[in-house]
Structure formats: C-alpha cells, structure tokens
C-alpha cells in the first residue's frame, strides 16, 4: 500500500497532478458537479454508511 499511496503523492505534486487537481476543483464548483455531488451524498445517507 506504501507504493500506491508514494505514486498518489507523486502524481499530485506534478504539474499535470496539479492541473488534474485543479479540473476537479472547477467542475465541483459547476452547476453540474455540485448537482451530481449532492446525488452522491443522498446515496450515501440512504446507505447509512453501512458498507454492502
């Protein structure tokens, strides 16, 4: 699990990590991605955060 999370950290860290990082952010603040976001979370409080 060491290597995946110091590939993660890598990625993040470079210029195209920043820039993956920083279109998420965007969409999230869209019309659209809040929307979708606020969908996830109405499924996940339906689950009651119990895993299946």
Known sequence: MAGLMSRI???ARSPKGRKLADRAQSYARSPEGKRKIEQARGRL???GG???
């Open 9 to 11: 950290t890598r990625l």
């Open 50 to 52: 119990k895993r299946p």
């Open 45 to 47: 409080a339906k689950r």
